[in-house]
C-alpha cells in the first residue's frame, strides 16, 4: 500500500466526489466527502485484496472459516483508514479544509449484524486473523435489518427497525457469479445402483439463491485483507412465466428474501422460529458449498483431504447444521460411505460455546427439521443411532445416561450433543467456563471425549478498542514505552515501569478528564442530563439480562438516594450512573428493569437533596459507536454477574484497555482479570461460582429473610412495591415479586450487601487521586494478553493447526 501525501489525497477525494461539480471540497456536504473518502480506501485496498487471494492460491495455506450468524462489525471507515495507514493524512487534509473527520464518520450506519458480544467477538477474530497474515474468513448473513433500534419513550423500550441499508453500504461487492442455490423442503428418494449402494435425490425443494456480498477485511499495515462473505438470499426462479402465476410467485419472492431479512434478536424465551431454522441452513449450506469449491479450485485433490487445507470453527451451536450438511455433500454428491464421510467431517468442524445457562441450550423440534430439511433430519437420525448405539456396546457404564446424552430425544434435537459428537473441539470462552462445562453441563461428554474439550479466552482488538477510539492514550503509552505494543499488545506490559511515575500519570489523568468531558457534552445534547465530568464515571453497558444483575446496580443508586435523603449533607465524592443496554423485545422483566433505571434517574437527577451528587443516565440504542464513546471515559467497569453466568464478557476487557477499574464478580474472565492485576487493582465482591452451584444443588436460601433481616433492602423493595420514592404511578411490582416470590434466582439480594461495602471502598480509594490513576495504568498495562491476536494464536495453533503467511 502506498502512503499518500495531504496533495495527493485532496486531489483523489476531488476525482472521488462527481457530484461537486463546480464546488470546492471545502463545500462537499458530509456524506459526499464520506463516500468519496470510503471510495480512496476502496482503491487503496483493491490490489492488496487481489494480492491477497492470488497469495493463498499459490502458497496454498490452509484456510480456516469463521461461521457465525453474527458479525458485529459497527462502522468501518475510521478502522480501515487506521489499518491500511490513511487515518492521519485524512485528518490532515480534512482539516485543510475545515472538515472534522468525526462528523464524517458518523455519516455511516453501524452495521449491527449480532446481538452483543457472541457477534463482536466475531468482529474482533476477522481484524486479528488478517493483522497477523493468517488466511482466516468470516461468512455470514447479510441481513436486510439488523439489530432493532431502541429508543426510550417515558421510560420504556420501544424497538424500531435498523434499516441499516437505506444508504449504499460502502465496503460490500456483490459477487453474483459466485452466488449457489440452497434447498430447502422437498421429498427424499432412494433407489438401488447396480453396485447395490444407494442413490439419494431430493425431489420437489424450494431452492433459494443464495449470493454473496464480500466485506474486506483490512489487516493492521500489512497489505493482507482477507474476506468477510455476507450471503444474501434471493428468489432462484427466472422472471419468464409471469402472468397467472405472477402473484403466486410475487407472494414466493418475498418468503424467500425474508431468509436474510432480519436479524433475531437473542432471545432464548422465543423459541422454535421456523425461519431462523431456514437462517442457520440457509448460511450452513452456501457456506459449506463455498467451502468446497474454494477448496476444488486451489487443489486437484479428493475432498476427503480436505482437513489438511481446512478447518471451520462454529460459533456456538447456530451453524451446527455444518455437520449434517457436509456429511449430505460427501455421501449423497460426492459419493462417499458414512463412515468415511463422518471421519472428514469430524476433521473439519470444531466447535465453542458461548453460555452455561442450560436454558439457552438450542434445540429443534424434530418435526420442524424433518418437514424443512427431511435430508438433513435423516443423517441428524443416523448420527444419533449410531452414536447411541456405539454408547451402549462400547461404554456399558454409560448406558444410564444415554438419554440424557441422545443428539435427539423428547422430540428435540438437541445442537449442542450434535455439535460435540460432530467435531474435533469443544472450546469455551474463559477458564471457568471452561471448568463449568467441563465439570457440569457437558460433564457426560467430557468424560466421553476428554481430548476434545479446551479453553480459548476471549479477546478483543486493541487495533480498535484502544488506539481508534482513544488515540490520546495510545499517543501518551507510545511515548514512554515505545509504538511496537501496536504490533505486539503483550509489551503493554513495559507500562508497569511508568505506573508511578508522577509526570506520566499527571498525563494519563488529563487524557482520562478530556474523554470524560467529551462524552459530557454527548450525554447533554443528547438526553439533556449535564453531568459532571469531575464525577466518578460508573459505567454498566451491555445486554439487558437478569444474570447480569442491572437491577443490583440500580438498588445501590436507590440506596444511595436513600442515605441522601435520609441526610443530605453526608459527604459523597459524586458519582454518575450510566447504562446503556437493549433487552429483548419479549423479555418483560429485562423491559422492567430498563423503565426502573430509568425512572430512578428521572427522581434522582432533579431532587435538590441528590442532584448535585448522584446523577444517573440512560443512553438509549446501545451499540458499537456508543460503546466507542463511552469506553474511554469509564471510572469504574461494572461487571457484576450472577457468578457462573457470564460465560466471559468482553466489554471487561475494553474498559480494562482503556484504564477502568474493575468492579466484578468473580466470573467469566473477570477472574483472568483478577489473576493478572491483583486484588490492589480490581474490586471483587459477592458469591463464588461454587457457592452458587451450591445454593442452585441445595434449594438456595431465603429471599424473604433477607428482606426481613435488611432494613436498607426492604426500603428498596417496598419502594418498588409502593412506587418509586413514594410515587405510586412509579411502582414496579413484577420487579418485587419476581425478586421475592420467585426467591431472587440471581442473587441480587445475596449479593447486596457485599456490593454496597465494595462501593463505599472504591469512593474512599478514588480520594487517592495518584494510587486510583496507578491503578489505572496497571489495568492497561496487564490488559495486552486480552488482545483477540492472543486468542486468534491459541486458535491457530490448538485448534486449526495453521501458520501466518
Ligand atoms: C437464540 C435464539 C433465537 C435467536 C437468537 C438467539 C441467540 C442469539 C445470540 C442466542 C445467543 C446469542 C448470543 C450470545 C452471546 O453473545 N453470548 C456471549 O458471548 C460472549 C463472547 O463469547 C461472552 O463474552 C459472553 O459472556 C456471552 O454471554
Redesign the pocket.
Known amino acids: 500500500m502506498t502512503r499518500l501525501r495531504k496533495q495527493e489525497f485532496l486531489e483523489r477525494l476531488k476525482m472521488s466526489i462527481p457530484s461537486l461539480g463546480e464546488r470546492s471540497l471545502g463545500e462537499a456536504t458530509e456524506q459526499e466527502l464520506y463516500y468519496g473518502i470510503a471510495q480512496i480506501v476502496n482503491e487503496e485496498i483493491k490490489q492488496d485484496w487481489q494480492q491477497t487471494e492470488a497469495s493463498y492460491a499459490k502458497k496454498k495455506p490452509k484456510q480456516v472459516y469463521y461461521l457465525s450468524m ?1 458479525f458485529l462489525i459497527g462502522r468501518m471507515l475510521e478502522a480501515n483508514l487506521l489499518n491500511c495507514g490513511l487515518l492521519e493524512v485524512t485528518k490532515e487534509a480534512l482539516e485543510e479544509m475545515d472538515h472534522c473527520l468525526d462528523q464524517i464518520l458518523v455519516i455511516e450506519n453501524d452495521a449491527a449484524l449480532g ?4 457477534g463482536r ?1 466475531a468482529a474482533c477474530f476477522l481484524d486479528s486473523l488478517a493483522s497477523l497474515g493468517y488466511a482466516g474468513h468470516g461468512l455470514g448473513i447479510r441481513y436486510c435489518y439488523g439489530l432493532f433500534k431502541q429508543r426510550v419513550i417515558q421510560g420504556h423500550q420501544v424497538e424500531l427497525p435498523d434499516d441499516w441499508l437505506s444508504m449504499p453500504y460502502a465496503w460490500e461487492v456483490q459477487k453474483p457469479e459466485e452466488q449457489v442455490l440452497v434447498r430447502f423442503g422437498g421429498e427424499v428418494s432412494m433407489h438401488a445402483r447396480t453396485d447395490g449402494s444407494l442413490e439419494i435425490e431430493l425431489r420437489n425443494t424450494e431452492d433459494v439463491l443464495a449470493v454473496p456480498y464480500d466485506v474486506p477485511i483490512v489487516g493492521y499495515e500489512n497489505n493482507v485483507v482477507n474476506s468477510l462473505r455476507l450471503w444474501s438470499a434471493e428468489s432462484a426462479g427466472g422472471e419468464e412465466e409471469c402472468s397467472r402465476t405472477f402473484y403466486r410467485d410475487l407472494e414466493n419472492e418475498q418468503s424467500i428474501k425474508q431468509i436474510s431479512g432480519y436479524l ?1 434478536p ?3 424465551e422465543e423459541e422454535g422460529k421456523q425461519l ?1 431454522l431456514k437462517q442457520q441452513y440457509f448460511l450452513v449450506s452456501a457456506s459449506v458449498q463455498e467451502i468446497i469449491r474454494t477448496f476444488r479450485r486451489l487443489h486437484q485433490k479428493p475432498l476427503s483431504k480436505m482437513p489438511e487445507k481446512v478447518a471451520i470453527q462454529i460459533n456456538d451451536t447456530h451453524p451446527t447444521l455444518t455437520i449434517p450438511e457436509l456429511m449430505r455433500i460427501l455421501m449423497d454428491e460426492e459419493g462417499y460411505g458414512w463412515e468415511e464421510a463422518w471421519s472428514v467431517t469430524t476433521k473439519l468442524v470444531a466447535y465453542t460455546n ?2 452455561t445457562l442450560a436454558e ?1 441450550l438450542e434445540t429443534w423440534p424434530v418435526a420442524l427439521v424433518k418437514k424443512l430439511l427431511p435430508r438433513i433430519y435423516q443423517i441428524i437420525h443416523e448420527v444419533n443411532e449410531r452414536f447411541c448405539q456405539w454408547l451402549w456396546f462400547n461404554h456399558p457404564s454409560k448406558r444410564d445416561q444415554i438419554p440424557q446424552m441422545a443428539v435427539i430425544a423428547d422430540g428435540q434435537v438437541h445442537m449442542a450433543r450434535l455439535a460435540i459428537v460432530g467435531s474435533l473441539s469443544v472450546n469455551g ?1 474463559a477458564r471457568i467456563h471452561t471448568d463449568i462445562l467441563k465439570k457440569e453441563e457437558m460433564n457426560d461428554f467430557y468424560r466421553l471425549f476428554p481430548e476434545r474439550f479446551n479453553n480459548k479466552t ?1 479477546g478483543i482488538t486493541h487495533r480498535r478498542w484502544l488506539l481508534q477510539i482513544n488515540p490520546a492514550l495510545a499517543s501518551l503509552i507510545s511515548d514512554v514505552i515505545g509504538a511496537a505494543w501496536v504490533k505486539r499488545p503483550s509489551q503493554l506490559i513495559s507500562l508497569l515501569r511508568y505506573s508511578k511515575d508522577q509526570p506520566f500519570l499527571e498525563e494519563v489523568s488529563s487524557v482520562k478528564q478530556a474523554n470524560k468531558q467529551k462524552l459530557a457534552n454527548d450525554v447533554y445534547n443528547q438526553t439533556g442530563v449535564m453531568i459532571d465530568s469531575q464525577s466518578i464515571f460508573d459505567v454498566q453497558i451491555k445486554r439487558l439480562h437478569e444474570y447480569k444483575r442491572q437491577l443490583l446496580n440500580i438498588f445501590h443508586v436507590m440506596h444511595l438516594f436513600n442515605e441522601l435523603k435520609d441526610n443530605p449533607r453526608l459527604e459523597l465524592t459524586p458519582r454518575t450512573f450510566l447504562f446503556a443496554a437493549k433487552a429483548a423485545p419479549s423479555y418483560y422483566i429485562a423491559k422492567e428493569i430498563i423503565h426502573l433505571i430509568n425512572k430512578v434517574a428521572s427522581v434522582v437527577n432533579h431532587d435538590p437533596d441528590t442532584k448535585e451528587k448522584l446523577k444517573v443516565v440512560f443512553l438509549e440504542n446501545y451499540n458499537i459507536s456508543l460503546a466507542e464513546k463511552l469506553i474511554p471515559a469509564a471510572d469504574i467497569s461494572e461487571q457484576i454477574s450472577t457468578a457462573s453466568k ?5 466489554g471487561n476487557m475494553k474498559m480494562m484497555m482503556n484504564g477502568a477499574i474493575t468492579l466484578g464478580t468473580l466470573d ?1 474472565a473477570n477472574i483472568e482479570i483478577l489473576d493478572l492485576v491483583g486484588h490492589a487493582n480490581m474490586f471483587t465482591f459477592g458469591l463464588t461460582s461454587e457457592e452458587v452451584l451450591d445454593y442452585y444443588r441445595n434449594g438456595g436460601y431465603s429471599a424473604k429473610d433477607l428482606y426481613q433481616t435488611d432494613d436498607r433492602l426492604r426500603r428498596i423493595l417496598d419502594q418498588l412495591n409502593d412506587g418509586v420514592f413514594g410515587l405510586e404511578r412509579l411502582s414496579f411490582k413484577d420487579l418485587y415479586y419476581q425478586v421475592l416470590y420467585q426467591n431472587d434466582p440471581y442473587f441480587v439480594l445475596k449479593d447486596f450487601d457485599a456490593y454496597i461495602e465494595t462501593h463505599e471502598l472504591i469512593e474512599q480509594r478514588y480520594k487517592d487521586k495518584w494510587n486510583w490513576l496507578t491503578m489505572s495504568v496497571n489495568n492497561t498495562a496487564y490488559s495486552g494478553r486480552f488482545s483477540s491476536d492472543r486468542t486468534i494464536k491459541e486458535y491457530a495453533a490448538e485448534i486449526w493447526g495453521i501458520k501466518p503467511l
Not at 115 to 118: A, F, Q, V
Not at 646 to 650: C, I, K, L, M, R
Open positions: 453474527e446481538n452483543g458480544g457472541l467477538l433475531y437473542d432471545d432464548s431462523r458461548h453460555t439457552a470462552v476471549n457470564e460465560a466471559s464478557g468482553t467469566g
